[in-house]
Each structure stands twice: as structure tokens, then as C-alpha cells.
């Protein structure tokens, strides 16, 4: 028996066998924390980030589908967003007092910025502050997403988005997201602004690298074209074609359901009913 045989025996062996006491604490911490962070129901509305992905999975959301029963987020997983959190914070108060050390980074209230959109038109409130954030909604688009922060840099107004992500994939950042723009592009039409500043953070060493893009009126009506239709397959029950992007989607069970196609949205039926409406 070759010794990568006797490796896989081992591993079933340990992993079958009594767990010791350090394995136990492990094992328990890890679990409280995916309890702790489970039973988040998602609000009904557009959620910028799931933008350029899967219509399904959005439409799901806007409809109130149940997402998997019995399956919980890893504690990893779970973690890493944490951190990305307490990052965006610690990055938020560095810009916040740049200007107190002479640096040319002016710190914009979003809720101040809000009004003066709001002036022109623009159809976005401020439901909750959570620290340096705002919990924005815009009914036009039934849209509801928190916002980083708006700055002003070198006499340009920015939106400030923040993104954290691990070492292998920062070394080969080189722009921004494409899917991160699309909720560069939602921020945009919320906030009347057409300028973001991406800032990304090495989660492993906590170096930087920062994008600057400006939004186009074809980019908005790209992104403006793709939130109507969503909002018209929930508007009309329809539950839209499958899309394979499932990796971290919590709907699988709802999916499977539903098949592939386009189907009318029966939530209290097991049976899938084959819809070709066109619109």
C-alpha cells in the first residue's frame, strides 16, 4: 500500500475517531459562531451586489423565497466578513481624520450629500446610521444598500467603496471588479455622483491599492435596464431562467424546485409550472 494510501487512512481515522479536547473548543466556537450569524432574512429589494450575477437569486429575494433549511454558513466564512467589517472601519476613520493631519482627504457626511440629491430629484433616504455608515434606500429602484462613505479628494467628490479580499487575488488586482462596479454604478444613480474610489485591502497584510472610475450615462442605463427587468419578473410572479453562478448562493434548494426555465413563482406548491411569458 503506497503511503498516499496510508495518509487518507490516517485522515479517515482522525477525523472518525474521539476528538480531543482542543478539537472539542474548536469545534464548539466554530459552530456558536455559525449559529449566532444564522436566521438574517434579507429585506425585499434590489440588493446592489448580486447585480451582474444571477437574476433568479435576486428575484428570490424580492419574492421572499426561504433560503436553504438546515444549512449553515461556514464559520469561516462568516469570520472573514467580520473582519471585512471591522477593516472598513478602520479604514473610514483614517480618511475621516486625514484632513486633521494635513492631508487632502475631506470626510462627507452621506446623509448631508443625501439632501442635496434629493434636490434634484433623486429618490434616496437614509433609513439607519450604523457608525461611519448609512443604510441607504431608493424607491425608484427598491433598492437598499449601505454606503461606505463619500469623499472629497484633490477638489473631485468621490463615493468611497471598500473592498477586502485575500493576498492571491490582491497581487492580481490591476482594476476594479467588474461585479463591483455594477454596484458602483447603483451608488452612482443613488447618490448622483459619478465618481467612485475603489479602495481594496490586502487581507493578509493589510497593504492597499485604490481605483478611481468614472461612471457613464451607457454604464446607468445598462445597469438601470437590468434592475427593471428584475423588478418586472417579481412584479409579475415569474421566477426567471437558471443562470449557473451558484457558489455562494443560498437558494439552492429554491432553484432546484423551480428548475431550469423561466416558471410562474408558487410558493406553497412543490410543483414546477412551465411559464414562457415574454416581456
Not at 454606503?147 to 490591476?174: A, P, S, V
Request: aromatic share 10%; hydrophobic share 30%.
Amino acid at each position: 500500500m503506497g503511503n498516499g494510501y496510508k495518509d487518507i487512512i490516517k485522515m479517515i481515522n482522525k477525523t472518525s475517531g474521539p476528538k480531543s479536547i482542543e478539537e472539542q473548543f474548536v469545534g464548539d466556537v466554530d459552530r456558536t459562531i455559525q449559529v449566532y450569524s444564522s436566521g438574517r432574512t434579507p429585506s425585499r429589494t434590489i440588493k446592489p451586489s448580486m447585480l451582474g450575477g444571477c437574476k433568479r437569486q435576486q428575484v428570490f429575494v424580492l419574492l421572499g423565497a426561504n433560503s436553504d433549511v438546515g444549512l449553515l454558513e461556514e464559520a469561516s466564512f462568516v469570520r472573514i466578513g467580520e473582519c471585512g467589517t471591522d477593516s472598513h472601519v478602520r479604514l473610514q476613520n483614517a480618511c475621516i481624520s486625514a484632513e486633521g493631519f494635513k492631508r487632502p482627504i475631506i470626510w462627507v457626511d452621506p446623509e448631508e450629500e443625501l439632501k442635496e440629491a434629493q434636490s434634484k430629484g433623486i429618490s434616496t433616504i437614509v433609513k439607519q446610521r450604523q457608525g461611519n455608515e448609512v443604510k441607504c434606500y431608493n424607491k425608484r429602484f427598491n433598492m437598499s444598500f449601505m454606503c461606505d462613505g463619500i469623499i472629497q479628494y484633490h477638489n473631485l467628490k468621490m463615493i468611497l467603496e471598500i473592498k477586502t479580499e485575500d493576498h492571491f487575488k490582491w497581487i492580481k488586482r490591476f482594476s476594479a471588479e467588474p461585479k463591483h462596479k455594477y454596484q458602483a454604478i447603483c451608488y452612482s444613480l443613488c447618490f448622483g455622483l459619478n465618481d467612485i474610489m475603489f479602495l481594496y485591502e490586502n487581507r493578509n497584510y493589510c497593504t492597499h491599492k485604490a481605483f478611481h472610475i468614472a461612471i457613464t450615462e451607457e454604464q446607468k442605463e445598462t445597469v438601470i435596464n437590468e434592475i427593471e427587468t428584475i423588478l418586472k419578473y417579481a412584479k409579475d410572479k415569474i421566477i426567471p431562467d437558471k443562470e449557473k453562478k451558484c457558489t455562494y448562493c443560498k437558494y439552492k434548494q429554491a432553484c432546484r424546485h423551480y428548475g431550469s426555465g423561466e416558471h410562474e413563482w408558487n410558493p406553497r406548491s412543490g410543483q414546477k409550472t412551465t411559464y414562457n411569458k415574454l416581456f
